[in-house]
């Protein structure tokens, strides 16, 4: 049996989890009356993500949280790949207007925003990229980042890079410093750099080392730091252009 949207060229072949999170596809209406929205279900799918990892959210695992029995859900969710998507797309959510008098405030409140996000909830860094551009998540922070980029009057293409460059600094930042975090058991840097004189000796890496043994900035620090880097080189871009 076809489905209902076979009609409309644009939306063939089209995930259903993608039309869903677009309110596009039809509810169920076979069975009893729901027992949740599908939104309180997304609540507790995101929930389980945080508390364990995109590993913990599936079917099974959500029937547990919810107090139900597994089968019952596919009213709502066809398989587990379709619920993940669904919660990473509630769980990015509708970004706030960033605010600011100038281009780089906005565009700074809006990455610090993402960032967020990402630290909020960190498994949505396992989310397969290419799953993300299809959400109504994705495509509202885009559309803002573009907002906040208009005084600039860059090429659409051009403002897509910018965008796409902050973006996956950000969401590669919050995941590598997980792993680091996760690496480095607790140990300051301080800590690293002894170890690492144990294994090469004092004469070898001696830049990673002086690093190493410096102050560290904090974690938001060295984020803000890198994307002034590349706001300045946006700036230097228009401004040669």
Request: aromatic share 6%.
């Amino acid at each position: 049996m076809g489905s209902a949207h076979d009609d409309v060229p644009e939306l063939r072949g089209v995930p259903k989890a993608v039309l869903l999170a677009w309110n596009l596809a039809p509810a169920t209406t076979k069975g009893p009356k729901p027992r949740w929205t599908l939104a309180q279900l997304l609540d507790a799918a995101v929930s389980l993500g945080d508390r364990g990892g995109i590993d913990a959210i599936s079917m099974s695992g959500l029937a547990k949280e919810l107090g139900s029995g597994t089968m019952s859900l596919y009213r709502y969710v066809e398989s587990r790949e379709d619920l993940v998507v669904l919660a990473a797309d509630h769980a990015l959510g509708t970004p706030p207007r960033p605010d600011g008098a100038t281009w780089r405030e906005r565009l700074r409140a809006w990455v610090l925003d993402l960032r967020r996000v990402y630290q909020d909830h960190p498994w949505l860094t396992a989310v397969p990229v290419a799953t993300e551009p299809l959400l109504p998540s994705y495509v509202r922070r885009l559309e803002t980042g573009l907002e906040c980029l208009g005084d600039l009057h860059l090429s659409g293409p051009r403002a897509i890079t910018v965008l796409t460059l902050l973006w996956t600094y950000t969401r590669g930042d919050v995941e590598q410093s997980a792993h680091f975090a996760a690496a480095a058991d607790g140990h300051s840097t301080q800590f690293l750099a002894a170890r690492l004189r144990v294994f090469g000796g004092d004469s070898a890496f001696t830049r990673v080392l002086a690093v190493l043994e410096a102050d560290q900035p904090t974690g938001e620090d060295e984020f803000l730091d890198a994307v002034e880097i590349i706001l300045n080189g946006i700036e230097s871009t228009d401004a040669h252009g």
